[in-house]
């Protein structure tokens, strides 16, 4: 059991436990539960309301965040598809252009100026 649920029935066994108590105490004695017994009972059912709320938000965050990232990979892996493809066959190109006997040298150095001179 999640811990979502598991605070929804908390919360429900609590008040549950609460209201019975309320009323058969004024049914018989005609008053009502001691208050520290009242407000152990609201103080667990509010907790475990708000244990609830923030575990459904976190279930949502996290399954936003795993549709993002799995958008994230396919969207990277398409870019280096297409990427690797379009370089490949520019060198490929150039290859075949030049002969088999020609190498692809990369450019010199940059930086050097006329003060090297």
């Known amino acids: 059991m999640t811990l979502k649920w598991l605070a929804v029935v908390v919360a ?6 609460w ?12 008053g009502q539960l001691p208050l520290p017994v ?15 709320v923030v575990a459904e938000l ?12 799995e958008f994230l990979v396919a969207r990277l892996n398409e870019i280096e598809n297409h990427t690797g ?6 060198v490929e190109g150039y290859l075949l252009s030049h ?13 050097r ?3 090297e001179r």
């Open 58 to 69: 976190h279930e949502r965050l996290d399954n936003r965040i795993s549709a993002l990232t």
């Open 38 to 52: 009242n407000l152990f009972a609201l103080v667990t059912a509010g907790t475990a309301v708000i244990l609830a």
């Open 113 to 115: 100026g006329a003060a």
């Open 19 to 30: 209201a019975t108590g309320n009323v058969v105490t004024l049914a018989v004695e005609g």
């Open 85 to 90: 493809d379009r370089n490949t066959g520019f």
């Open 12 to 17: 429900t066994v609590s008040l549950t436990l």
């Open 99 to 111: 002969g088999q006997e020609a190498a692809v040298v990369p450019f010199g150095r940059r930086g």
